[in-house]
T-cell receptor
């Protein structure tokens, strides 16, 4: 089955710890994205990558880092510098980035709670 | 500043009626506009895409309109069913990078 997976579904972290969220896709998509969603709010873009070994900051990149060493994988690290990391994190992919009107395919999300 | 507005209050309608959701935007010139459905605790699912030069798009019971003069898109679900209850997100695609999402409108269809 083609799709996009995220793990874990729920994650608990102590303050001051870094944590890495996994995102994998087998859709052969070039572009991948990370969004953050807070209760009652829309999705805010953290980072995106249009091609392997390249990525750009989104609107709220501070306190986060990413890598794109493989086409299939786009892990997100939430660092201790992120002031309010408790949120629902969504990973998405699309055939290509930028123009073209490509739909995005989303993973099931990871709910991160900082204790 | 750039802004996307969707009704923050939930929309409650009776089964069988047509639901109409609104997406307004300012200071954008989107090449495309997309609509997604999101169920609680899950990722959004793509529904429809409409281009700037299209006035209307249909898919089964769904219809989307796009008025670039009014800077508004309307999303209609005809013959609504309780299974249509979810949050619906509009997203602007300016053709430059990732999508920009609205905050969504929660639809509740009463049986």
């Amino acid at each position: 089955d083609g799709g996009i997976t995220q793990s874990p579904k729920y994650l608990f972290r102590k303050e001051g710890q870094n944590v890495t969220l996994s995102c994998e896709q087998n859709l052969n998509h070039d572009a991948m994205y990370w969004y953050r969603q807070d209760p009652g709010q829309g999705l805010r873009l953290i980072y995106y990558s249009q091609i392997v070994n390249d990525f750009q900051k989104g609107d709220i990149a501070e306190g986060y880092s990413v890598s794109r060493e493989k086409k299939e994988s786009f892990p997100l690290t939430v660092t201790s510098a992120q002031k309010n990391p408790t949120a629902f994190y969504l990973c998405a992919s699309s055939m290509t980035g930028g123009s073209g009107g490509n739909e995005q395919f989303f993973g099931p999300g990871t709910r991160l709670t900082v204790l | 500043s750039q802004k996307i507005e969707q009704n923050s209050e939930a929309l409650n309608i009776q089964e069988g009626k047509t639901a109409t959701l609104t997406c307004n935007y300012t200071n954008y010139s989107p090449a495309y506009l997309q609509w997604y459905r999101q169920d609680p605790g899950r990722g959004p699912v793509f529904l429809l895409l409409i281009r700037e030069n299209e006035k209307e798009k249909r898919k089964e019971r769904l219809k989307v309109t796009f008025d670039t003069t009014l800077k508004q898109s309307l999303f209609h679900i005809t013959a609504s069913q309780p299974a249509d209850s979810a949050t619906y997100l509009c997203a602007l695609d300016t053709g430059r990078r990732a999508l920009t999402f609205g905050s969504g409108t929660r639809l509740q269809v009463q049986p």
